[in-house]
């Protein structure tokens, strides 16, 4: 049945009245380009300085930082000053699917019990996890994990005092126990999956499941939470990672997102008190250059702080609204519809190895950048390295600079190359490329300092990502030939070599046979499975060095 019935004339008479029912054009100004800024409403106000409960996705932890700026109290960050959780990342609290939300609010206030002994396993001697909080949270003792989630718990109470709660969906593609009976909030680790291969199961949940967690959510936040409760919905515009679906992950964030909006919407519509904020929208319909990190999937920080300046602003009837300053128009590409297709088709060529068709088209790379960054990339193949330094002049951007560095490496010029690569992390520290290239540069020269360096730096812009960064650190120690550096390093990024995947696994392996460690190297090998033509080749070179140093 229909969410909304209007009678004829009244839909007419609705329409002719709305200034905001059209899109508008590009003849002149409008609120969809550069930046999309749709209307909203506001049926209650902030007050200044007041208690605000948070809850959601990754985005929710950007819009409290904005929050606390503008002098809210917000009990979410309050939580990360107390015991188990202080100097960890505000992103373990995340929470993704609607299930996972319920799921916390249901413990916090005595729906549920939380049973501990489903919730909590154990990985490893007096290692321990929370299948609730974010997979990419150290394993560690049993009391710890379990001083974290009372600590969590305490915090949601917390919602009884607000008068606002602030609400992100994230994702429908979320994990089943079989065993709890109830849903995960992130992947299991591969260790946990491993050993109970029969237990977890991943589910896409349709409209009628999103929507009956959120209900029920929501039902028990209004019976505990206070009298004057009011919610501000929104749905994050931060797509999902990664898929588990053999589809490509741009379909299934699409239907995610789409399923979580259309719940969105229900429940708005049923229920006065609470309210859409459009955070989704105006992220995904501007400008993805002013939008979007490098990484294409974070928000950049400015669309972030423009989004919440809009809806503090509004919430607050501030009279005087600050416009965050986005990266001018002017500043980024403007080439032509012609000019970005062409550079497209320069795509495929380089697939091709198709010569004659950047010969066709050289001149080309002097008018237009986009087409010059992949000109570059082909003479950067066929190692042509100076010829593609001098193409790339014409280009920038993240990418032209990464490109840059690497081109500069390439012929040994790596104070300049590490210096470019420098600049890209400082400038946008998201993703690992940039980090990764700086190691490699740093690796080559076998300068062990600026590793350190890197590694501190590295670890300040991305805390939740420690495992994987200490992973690469590793390697970069390893090729630079301190091996029992490199072995630190792995065993302090809290993944278990008997559960390496991938890069991490092969790290694993080259350390320990680095170290005469041979029995442990064999035993990560031998349960690796490579997915990779790079993998299978490392693991034959490691096989043969293992078979050549136990003969020996």
């Given amino acids: 049945m229909p969410i909304i019935a209007l009678n004829g004339p009244e839909a007419m008479r609705i329409r002719k009245a709305n200034d905001l029912a059209t899109w508008g054009s590009r003849t002149k100004e409008n609120r969809v380009e550069p930046v999309a800024k749709p209307a909203f409403d506001t049926p209650f106000q902030l007050q200044p300085g007041e208690k605000i409960f948070t809850i959601g996705s990754c985005f929710a932890r950007h819009v409290e930082g904005e929050l606390v700026n503008r002098g809210f109290e917000i009990p979410m960050r309050d939580l990360f000053r107390k015991g188990a959780f202080e100097g960890l990342a505000p992103e373990i609290v995340n929470n993704f699917g609607t299930p996972s939300i319920y799921n916390e609010f249901a413990w916090a206030f005595g729906e549920q019990a939380f049973d501990e002994d489903k919730a909590i396993v154990e990985v490893g001697k007096d290692r321990f996890v929370d299948l609730h909080m974010v997979n990419s949270i150290r394993p560690g003792p049993f009391d710890e994990v379990l001083a974290r989630r009372k600590g969590l718990l305490s915090a949601t109470r917390s919602l009884a005092d607000c008068r606002v709660l602030i609400m992100t969906l994230g994702l429908a593609e979320v994990w089943w126990d079989e065993e709890a009976q109830t849903y995960l909030n992130t992947a299991p680790l591969p260790t946990v999956l491993n050993a109970a291969a029969d237990r977890f199961s991943l589910h896409v949940l349709d409209f009628a499941e999103c929507h009956d967690y959120l209900k029920r959510a929501l039902d028990i936040a209004f019976a505990h939470g206070r009298d004057d409760l009011r919610v501000i919905l929104t749905v994050s515009p931060v797509p999902m990672m990664a898929t588990h679906r053999r589809t490509d992950v741009i379909t299934a964030n699409s239907y995610s997102k789409s399923v979580l909006r259309t719940v969105a919407e229900h429940i708005v519509q049923a229920d006065d008190r609470i309210s859409y904020f459009p955070s989704y929208e105006t992220v995904t319909l501007s400008d993805r250059r002013l939008a979007w990190m490098d990484d294409l999937v974070h928000v950049s920080k400015e669309m972030v702080g423009l989004n919440v300046d809009r809806m503090v602003d509004a919430f607050t009837g501030n009279p005087h609204p600050v416009e965050r300053q986005l990266p001018a128009t002017a500043s980024l590409s403007n080439e032509n519809a012609a000019a970005l297709f062409l550079a497209d088709q320069a795509r495929s060529a380089r697939a091709l190895d198709d010569e004659a068709f950047f010969e066709e088209h050289r001149d080309e790379a002097r008018k237009s950048p986009a087409f010059a960054l992949e000109y570059a990339k082909f003479l950067f193949a066929k190692k042509d390295l100076e010829a593609a330094l001098d193409i790339l002049d014409n280009a920038q951007g993240v990418e032209a600079e990464l490109l840059r560095a690497s081109?500069?490496?390439?012929?040994?010029?790596?104070?300049?190359?590490?210096?470019?690569?420098?600049?890209?992390?400082?400038?946008?520290?998201?993703?690992?490329?940039?980090?990764?290239?700086?190691?490699?540069?740093?690796?080559?020269?076998?300068?062990?300092?600026?590793?350190?360096?890197?590694?501190?730096?590295?670890?300040?812009?991305?805390?939740?990502?420690?495992?994987?960064?200490?992973?690469?650190?590793?390697?970069?120690?390893?090729?630079?030939?301190?091996?029992?550096?490199?072995?630190?390093?792995?065993?302090?990024?809290?993944?278990?070599?008997?559960?390496?995947?991938?890069?991490?696994?092969v790290e694993w392996a080259w350390a320990l046979l680095s170290l005469q460690e041979y029995g442990e190297a064999r035993g990560v090998i031998e349960k690796f499975v490579p997915r990779s033509d790079w993998q299978v080749n490392q693991v034959k070179q490691i096989r043969k060095k293992l078979a050549a140093a136990e003969a020996a």
């Fill in 407 to 505: 081109l500069l490496r390439a012929t040994g010029a790596y104070d300049e190359a590490a210096a470019v690569a420098a600049n890209v992390c400082r400038t946008n520290p998201k993703g690992q490329e940039q980090w990764r290239l700086r190691l490699d540069i740093a690796a080559a020269r076998k300068d062990l300092e600026d590793i350190a360096v890197i590694e501190k730096e590295w670890l300040q812009a991305a805390p939740a990502r420690r495992g994987i960064i200490l992973s690469f650190v590793g390697s970069a120690f390893r090729r630079a030939g301190n091996d029992h550096e490199a072995l630190d390093r792995l065993r302090d990024s809290g993944i278990d070599p008997a559960d390496a995947e991938g890069f991490v696994a």
